[in-house]
């Protein structure tokens, strides 16, 4: 069965500290793995998109790993703002149909605190 | 910056009541999903079409309905609206190996 897990389910960190959100997928055939931020009751806004090939991609302070092999994923937010408060979501996109459907975590709910 | 809209963003509707919840995009992409989203969980896929005139339903069960008569506009109706269908619903769309764009959201309320 196609999965998407994260962790921590949430977190709570202060204003310019670093924090690493987890991902694991069991998605297979893999095609992409995305990171959204969502604010609350607002649409998820896409941060970063890796193909198999690529092991790290970065979006000013959010950095995204990917190791296809263990089927893991990190999303690293550097010098976190109050801004940064959102859930971050892990969507992993299959190949096997020709929809490409899409499998979304629950998310991890980032508070910052002042 | 996505284009793609949804209206409303809110709505309160009594039990019964008949209701369209729109969605367009105008960037031309052929695939477009509705998911269901409940406060503080995740999104579940109710509906999805990969083109004009082409629908399925989605993992989770619901008794809504959606048409795809043209390429940009992908609707979502309830004929019958209850409580249990009060929840957030949201509407994206992807291109061909693109990421999916979302858009802002519909809050529904059934009273």
């Known amino acids: 069965k196609n999965q998407v897990e994260q962790s921590p389910q949430s977190l709570i960190i202060l204003e310019g500290k670093n924090c690493t959100l987890q991902?694991?997928?069991?998605?297979?055939?893999?095609?992409?793995l995305r990171w959204y931020k969502q604010d609350t009751g607002r649409g998820p806004v896409s941060l970063t998109i890796?193909?198999?090939?690529?092991n790290t991609k970065s979006n000013g302070r959010y950095t995204a790993t990917l190791d296809a092999d263990t089927k893991q994923s990190s999303l690293h937010i550097t010098a976190s703002q109050l801004s940064d408060s959102a859930s971050y979501i892990c969507?992993?996109?299959?190949?096997?149909?020709?929809?490409?459907?899409?499998?979304f975590g629950r998310g991890t709910q980032l508070t910052v605190w002042p | 910056e996505a284009d793609i809209y949804q209206t409303p963003r809110y709505l309160v509707i009594g039990t019964g009541k008949k209701i369209t919840l729109e969605c367009s995009q105008t960037?031309?992409?052929?695939?477009m999903y509705w998911y269901q989203q409940d406060p503080g969980m995740e999104l579940h896929l109710i509906h999805y079409?990969?083109?004009?005139?082409?629908?399925e339903k989605g993992d989770l069960s619901s008794e809504s309905t959606v048409s795809r008569i043209r390429t940009e506009h992908f609707p979502l109706t309830l004929e019958s609206a209850r409580p249990s269908h009060t929840s957030q619903y949201l509407c994206?769309?992807?291109?061909?190996?693109?990421?999916?764009?979302f858009g802002q959201g519909t809050r529904l309320t059934v009273v």
């Open positions: 969507v992993v996109s299959d190949r096997g149909s020709t929809l490409g459907r899409l499998y």
């Open positions: 960037m031309g992409h052929d695939k």
């Open positions: 079409s990969y083109g004009v005139n082409s629908t």
């Open positions: 991902c694991n997928y069991t998605v297979s055939p893999f095609s992409n």
């Open positions: 890796m193909t198999f090939s690529e």
């Open positions: 994206a769309s992807s291109g061909e190996n693109t990421e999916a764009f």
